[in-house]
């Protein structure tokens, strides 16, 4: 099932459909008289880049360590906090762009309905109200008719005692146009009467640029804009004050966008300088006004047809199905939809926890790049493309800019070190000052295991050898940061800071997943050396002494049971719910591929066709009541991919070859455990 409808309208934020192309992101909510569109931009943060390593850390780390050995807690802490808090404590976070207020009337009801500037409802009664979001078109849809006592227009006034219009409304957000549109079209013509406004706290300056644009322009923080301007048939077009005023239209199109100064190169290379915000924003204004001049001037139908072709080819490039439950396919499919929608060619940036949906009030630690959380499943085929790559590839150079100094600067060792989240700057400096979290230096481990996940799926060599030197660096900074006791062949990651334990929060034993991470970055760098040619480099050698020091297994994660309501639906849960169907990772050169291995409540039988797996093959699987049905795997003509397989089903493996790009796997398991 790919369409999600409701019959009542989004009350709130929460209850509105969310729209996005990557880069921009919009969610629809509000009765039929009144609508607000929430919107978003991935490159607006609170501020520039500011150098926030305390610059007392490394004169102090050797000191932190001898108060952890002689069990002198508290003054381990009391350092840890002077020394290593960031200055200032906190990095700049995403920020939501305001919203965009639309008031409906009619010809016949003028005036506010009370204090706050919102009209009167137009509507003397709504009938057959529908809402509705197709997956697979990622457009929504909002209809209902209206029944009034009095005709809805001037116009059919005479010899008239009652009308009945049907309303309707489509909202996508555009890849190739890049910008949100709106189309509004009503059943009898001259039906359509609104007013339009940005609402924003933090605004500059509001004001209209021609009849039929607005624009609102903010410089707190990264400076942006959000601008609007409408197309309609019949009727007019107006502005006042700040206001767009469309009265009389058989229908309208309202084209929305929102630009900021981090998409001027120039601005990004000086971020740490200070630069006039009116230039800036004039240069946002400039460039959201082209983009919707060249949008506005184009036919409604095709755009929207060069819409869905655009997302649908991303969309359709895989499918998932699950029998006799509705509910459970439709929730997989959203979790598919909200990740196509915040990760496309236009993204810069790593996904956010809730990517482009931020009603602006969030909690604070929800609202940067949390490295934990990178889902690997983003470097699946209907995601991965060389737009993606060449931004992924340029965010790591920025990020290990700043990593490598953190290393230096805070604890006196060479590599790089990034703490737990980061954000638009790739700032690596502890956040915040919580003595259980803040200071955690594992992020490079995580954003690493990103690197190699993309490798992992496309096995593409030349990016491998493009990043190599990070990777590396994250290891050299573990390699020299843990504690070895050589008596004991004992790895200590110390100091590590976590819940409090005995009489502090520092202790020095083995923490499981830290090593357990530790160990499958190394021995996952070790394979990608071997694989790029660089198997005797004098570092990779230390990498592989260390390893055999840590002397513990690489943790085997399974799916985490997930329940499926559509109001809990978010990208970073497709992962866990197609590895329960499917999972893969490479060991030893060979694609380890796990069938069925911890499938969620409701998610017994079904089928997927084409879905991504690590070695770049694709994989089609049919089961019922938990039993494979039919399964093969297959790769992509003139791609790389990794041929020897391992094949995991029912606690036990099967080993095989891809050969020709094609494999049976009913071929390579026993009849018995098929039946």
């Excluded at 991935?42 to 880049?49: K, R």
């Excluded at 230039?279 to 946002?284: D, E, F, I, K, M």
Aim: hydrophobic share 35%.
């Amino acid at each position: 099932m790919s369409v999600i409808k409701k019959e009542s309208p989004a009350e709130s934020f929460e209850e509105g459909f969310a729209l996005g192309n990557g880069r921009l992101g919009v969610k629809v909510y509000g009765s039929p008289s009144h609508k607000i569109f929430s919107l978003n931009e991935e490159s607006i943060w609170s501020q520039d880049f500011v150098n926030r390593n305390n610059p007392s850390g490394s004169k102090n780390f050797n000191k932190i360590k001898k108060y952890i050995q002689l069990n002198q807690f508290s003054e381990a802490q009391e350092l840890v906090f002077e020394s290593l808090s960031s200055t200032p404590k906190s990095m700049s976070y995403f920020k939501n762009a305001g919203e965009l207020h639309i008031d409906f009337y009619n010809a016949e009801n003028y005036g506010l309905e009370n204090f706050n500037g919102v009209r009167k409802n137009p509507y003397g009664s709504i009938q057959n109200y529908s809402r509705e979001l197709d997956l697979s078109t990622a457009i929504e849809t909002t209809s209902f008719t209206s029944e009034s006592s009095s005709p809805s227009t001037a116009d059919f006034s005479e010899n008239s005692t009652g009308s009945s219009i049907n309303f309707t409304q489509e909202t996508f957000v555009s890849v190739s146009q890049d910008v949100v549109v709106v189309h509004i079209s009503a059943s009898i013509p001259k039906s359509i009467f609104l007013r339009a406004r940005f609402e924003n706290d933090e605004a500059y300056k509001a004001y209209a640029c021609s009849d039929d644009t607005v624009v609102l322009q903010s410089k707190n923080g990264i400076p942006y804009v959000t601008m609007i301007s409408a197309v309609t048939s019949g009727g007019k077009v107006s502005t006042c004050g700040d206001n767009l005023i469309v009265e009389n239209a058989d229908d309208v199109v309202l084209y929305i966008d929102v630009e900021s100064a981090y998409r001027k190169m120039a601005y990004r290379r000086r971020a740490f300088k200070r630069t006039k915000s009116e230039s800036l924003l004039n240069w946002c204004t400039d460039l959201a006004l082209k983009k919707l001049c060249f949008a506005s001037s184009g036919v409604y139908t095709n755009i929207k047809n060069e819409h869905i072709r655009d997302y649908s080819s991303v969309f359709e490039k895989n499918s998932i199905h699950i029998e006799n439950n509705e509910d459970s396919e439709t929730f997989l499919n959203l979790c598919k939809y909200l990740l196509i929608s915040s990760h496309t060619k236009k993204s810069v940036l790593p996904p956010l926890p809730k990517s482009l949906w931020y009603k602006g009030d969030e909690d604070y630690g929800e609202r940067k790049i949390n490295l934990g959380k990178l889902p690997s499943v983003l470097f699946t085929d209907f995601i991965a493309s060389e737009d993606e790559e060449k931004h992924l590839i340029n965010f790591t150079k920025l990020l290990f800019n700043h990593a490598t100094l953190s290393a230096s600067s805070l604890y006196d060792l060479p590599g790089a070190v990034i703490h737990s989240a980061t954000n638009i700057w790739g700032d690596s400096a502890p956040d915040g000052n919580d003595l259980r979290c803040s200071f955690k230096n594992i992020g490079a481990l995580y954003f690493a295991e990103y690197l190699l996940d993309y490798y992992d799926f496309t096995q593409n060599k030349e990016f491998l050898k493009k990043v190599f030197k990070y990777l590396k660096a994250v290891c050299k900074f573990i390699e020299a940061y843990v504690t070895v006791e050589e008596n004991k062949e004992t790895v200590y990651f110390s100091p590590y800071f976590c819940e409090c334990k005995k009489d502090g929060l520092f202790f020095q034993e083995q923490n499981p997943s830290v090593l357990n991470l530790i160990a499958s970055v190394f021995s996952r760098v070790i394979e990608a050396a071997e694989n790029i040619g660089k198997e005797t480099d004098i570092d990779i050698i230390g990498y592989k002494h260390l390893l055999l020091k840590m002397n513990c297994e690489k943790l085997n994660e399974k799916a985490k049971s997930v329940k499926t309501s559509l109001e809990n639906a978010d990208y970073s849960l497709f992962c866990p719910l197609l590895e329960g169907i499917v999972s893969s990772k490479i060991v030893n050169h060979r694609v380890e591929i796990s069938l069925l291995e911890n499938l969620a409540k409701g998610f017994e039988s079904g089928n997927i066709q084409s879905v991504q797996l690590r070695g770049n093959i694709f994989i089609n699987l049919l089961w019922t009541n938990g039993v494979i049905k039919e399964a093969s795997v297959f790769t992509k003509s003139g791609r790389p991919y990794i041929e020897e397989i391992t094949l995991c089903y029912k606690d036990k493996s099967y080993k095989a070859r891809v050969k020709d790009g094609f494999l049976d796997l009913l071929n390579v398991l026993p009849s018995t455990v098929t039946e």
